[in-house]
């Protein structure tokens, strides 16, 4: 694995910078060897700043900081997912600095490197690669609908949140390491770059890809893992939410991916969608369900993204719903997901 560094240019402690939290947990495709975010967070450790969790890789304040004292730097991994897939300016900058330094690119956003010509010929320049992940496939390498999910015996499961940046890759990803450890080969569908990012062999970027293929992309890398890797258990990366306005997501993974489970995440201190009043309103887990199960998926446990929120209130969060709705309730950044495994082992019996 090569090593790399995350950009995310003062948006480490957002939502916006969820690619480099996702980075930071665990990735299978690089060695993450630092961060550089700003002044405000330069010499912490990105881990303790994410969860709490020290895992030995230091923020710096600058790209200069961090090849000064690191070794060796292969990648430069832009970290943030912005709204619009927009580069920031001031990220541009550091991109072009990197390069000189001999550092290669890879780009998350839908604004694409490899389509400015001043940042194509440094990168030729310096014999560096730009690696533009949300770069559309073309139309022969794209798959369309067959119905040959319906061969596939697997269960599958898909992780659905109630907003964006709820933790649904997160979750799928802690889901699947927890099943192998407790000896239940599981595989994860990615559906956006970060997943992608942390070495996901199946998937694909579902909002890079043309409306008409979504099913079959979406298809075909599923009844890929279940070929060639006897998967007991089948776990879909969801993307946005059913209802959010500005992108509405899901029902693919429970149609077209014939997800007959799902595992719901929301936020209790969350209103709006996306944090925006003009949004509208987050309707309620009990109308989620409801839905969900309607489109022919049964809901099988909770996940709860504490933002927001005391360790208390997550604790009381998760008693009153789960004596609300009977069902088993995840706190995955505080507990892990293990509490799933028995439903899960029963999914297999039926």
């Known amino acids: 694995m090569k090593n790399a560094i995350i950009l995310t240019s003062g948006l480490l402690k957002t939502s916006d910078a969820k690619t480099a939290h996702g980075l930071i947990r665990g990735t299978e495709r690089f060695t993450i060897i630092g961060v550089v975010d700003g002044p405000e967070t330069a010499g912490e450790d990105a881990g303790i700043l994410l969860d709490g969790k020290k895992r030995n890789i230091p923020v710096f304040s600058s790209f200069g900081e961090a090849i000064a004292r690191l070794p ?4 430069l991994i832009i970290g943030v997912a912005t709204v619009g897939g927009i580069l920031p300016t001031n990220m541009l900058e550091v991109v072009i600095e990197a390069i000189n330094a001999g550092v290669s690119i890879v780009n998350g956003l839908h604004e694409y490197l490899c389509e400015k010509p001043a940042i194509v010929k440094l990168a030729e320049e310096k014999s560096v690669q730009i690696i533009d992940i949300r770069k559309p496939k073309s139309r022969e390498q794209l798959s369309f609908w067959t119905g040959d999910i319906y061969k596939v ?3 599958i499961i898909a992780l659905l949140g109630m907003d964006c940046a709820m933790g649904k890759r997160t979750t799928a990803r802690m889901l699947k390491q927890t099943c192998v450890k407790e000896g239940l080969q599981s595989e994860m569908i990615y559906t956006g770059q970060t997943g992608w990012l942390q070495g996901g062999k199946y998937g694909f970027i579902f909002d890079s890809t043309l409306n008409d293929f979504v099913s079959g992309e979406l298809e ?8 060639e890797t006897n998967a007991a258990i089948i776990f879909l990366e969801g993307q946005s939410s059913l209802r959010n306005p500005s992108g509405p997501c899901g029902i693919e993974l429970l ?3 014939n997800a007959k489970h799902t595992v719901l995440i929301f936020a209790p201190k969350r209103k709006y969608f996306d944090n925006d009043v003009h949004w509208g309103l987050i309707p309620s887990v009990e109308s989620e369900i409801e ?7 049964k809901v099988i446990a909770l996940a709860i993204n504490t933002e927001g929120c005391t360790k208390e209130e997550a ?3 998760q008693k009153m719903y789960e004596q609300k709705l009977g069902l ?6 505080q507990e ?3 509490k799933l495994v028995p439903t899960l082992k029963a999914l297999l019996t039926n």
């Open 336 to 338: 892990g997901v293990e």
């Open 328 to 333: 088993p309730v995840l706190l995955p950044i």
């Open 291 to 297: 839905l969900i199960e309607k489109l022919g998926s």
């Open 72 to 75: 060796k730097i292969d990648f």
């Open 153 to 155: 015996k697997t269960p």
């Open 315 to 317: 604790f009381a969060y």
């Open 255 to 257: 149609i077209s991916g």
């Open 220 to 227: 075909n890398a599923i009844v890929t893992c279940a070929k």
